[in-house]
């Protein structure tokens, strides 16, 4: 049900999905998906829910005791896997892209969606402090923190936007490709 609303909504906007309509996505009667979700403002608030909570759990990592270099490559090793993957990420990213850019969230999940935007500024800056903490072990290039994690984060959404246009066409860059973004040169992390 999940995965059949993140296509529908990101494909074809909230305003023109229904249940129903999610219903035959999911392969289940209309009936059946009443189960899960009452609503589909309550199905939409859920998919949000759970991007904020990933988005904490990357803040968690950032903001831990770990090497900097080693926790930006695995989120960077786990964010192009998922991204080369075939589920539905690309499809879930732009759909909470779209919910904390167009601020015309759906009736109810206003107060879901003020928390992704606020948990996205908390990851913004756990993620300059973290290079912030590289650049001070001299792992990562000097320059503006802010600067540098605003770079890698466009070149994320970047990535997405590509893989959404080319599909497998795409050629998705290596972690190392992404990390040389960051990393001080001649450092191989």
Known sequence: VRSAAVRLF?????????????AEEA?????SIYRHFTTKEELFEDLVTEAATGMGEVVALFRGPGDPVESLRA?????????????????????MHQAFTQGNSPEGA???????????????????ELV?????????????ADE??????????????????????????????????????GNDG
Do not use: H, W
């Not at 074809?12 to 999610?22: C, D, L, W, Y």
């Open 10 to 22: 990101a494909r074809q906007g909230f305003a023109a999905v229904n249940m129903r309509r999610i």
């Open 27 to 31: 392969g289940i009667s209309t009936g």
């Open 75 to 95: 989120f960077t090793e786990e964010f192009l896997s998922d991204l080369a993957g075939t589920g539905d990420f690309v499809e879930f990213f732009q759909l």
């Open 110 to 128: 206003a107060p879901a969606v003020a928390a992704l935007v606020s948990r996205n500024s908390e990851l913004l800056g756990a993620t300059v």
């Open 132 to 144: 912030e903490r590289g650049q001070s072990r001299g792992a990562l290039r000097p320059g503006p």
């Open 148 to 185: 540098l994690a605003s770079c890698y984060f466009a070149l994320l959404d970047g990535l997405v936007t590509m893989r959404s246009a080319l599909g497998e066409r795409c050629v998705l860059p290596s972690a190392s490709t992404v990390m040389g973004l960051l990393l001080k040169e």
